[in-house]
T-cell receptor
Framework: NAGVMQNPRHLVRRRGQEARLRCSPMKGHSHVYWYRQLPEEGLKFMVYLQKENIIDESGMPKERFSAEFPKEGPSILRIQQVVRGDSAAYFC??????????????FGPGTRLTVT | AQKITQTQPGMFVQEKEAVTLDCTYDTSDPSYGLFWYKQPSSGEMIFLIYQGSYDQQNATEGRYSLNFQKARKSANLVISASQLGDSAMYFCAMRERMNTGFQKLVFGTGTRLLVSP
């Protein structure tokens, strides 16, 4: 039973380029969360998606960041025109239940984005 | 205001000793959940233990136990019989209800644990 998969594991982009981060949830999970971890900090919530729906994006920066979770395929976090401050680890988590219960969120290995 | 506070940036413990990692939280929601995750140097987030706000008993998972003191709003992680492989960052997190009614995890800043032989 494969866990949450993220790719790439490491991504290097020059300032101004676009970064696309992919997340495949665990089998049977239809809820996806994206978190960002800046160096030496804890994870911070960005966005929560279900298939074809953005449920809550209150943690997303207003500009340059977008997320989607299409009916088929992985969830994508896209960062346009990256800046050095976007350098961070981006984690995806999935759960079988979106509104509570004791189901923990299962985390992927993360994508480490470095902007040069 | 900080929702999750981890006051220990770093902790040292000798192998086979027990260690307690502190976590306090702040919420007005009567229903919440508390989690501990381990992040080794490889970077992945590993779920360790969960405590629900209505759980009567303290959660335990192998060598991990959660010392849940609801009135004090604390949820300390106790690791018994430390092993060298326990050296990692440890994050306390709380499941918080969003305005949409759904829930997200709010993380503390972490405690770096170093286990020495």
């Amino acid at each position: 039973n494969a866990g949450v998969m993220q790719n790439p594991r490491h991504l290097v982009r020059r300032r101004g380029q676009e970064a696309r981060l992919r997340c495949s949830p665990m089998k049977g999970h239809s809820h996806v969360y994206w978190y960002r971890q800046l160096p030496e900090e804890g994870l911070k919530f960005m966005v929560y998606l279900q298939k074809e729906n953005i449920i809550d994006e209150s943690g997303m920066p207003k500009e340059r960041f977008s997320a989607e979770f299409p009916k088929e395929g992985p969830s994508i976090l896209r960062i346009q025109q990256v800046v050095r401050g976007d350098s961070a680890a981006y984690f995806c988590a999935s759960s079988p239940l979106g509104t509570g219960g004791t189901y923990e969120q299962y985390f992927g290995p993360g994508t480490r984005l470095t902007v040069t | 205001a900080q929702k999750i506070t981890q006051t220990q940036p770093g902790m040292f413990v000798q192998e086979k000793e027990a260690v307690t990692l502190d976590c306090t939280y702040d919420t007005s929601d009567p229903s919440y959940g508390l989690f501990w995750y381990k992040q080794p140097s490889s970077g992945e987030m590993i779920f360790l233990i969960y405590q629900g706000s209505y759980d009567q008993q303290n959660a335990t998972e192998g060598r991990y136990s959660l010392n849940f003191q609801k009135a004090r709003k604390s949820a300390n992680l106790v690791i018994s019989a430390s092993q060298l492989g326990d050296s990692a960052m440890y994050f306390c997190a709380m499941r918080e209800r969003m305005n949409t009614g759904f829930q997200k995890l709010v993380f503390g800043t972490g405690t770096r644990l170093l286990v020495s032989p």
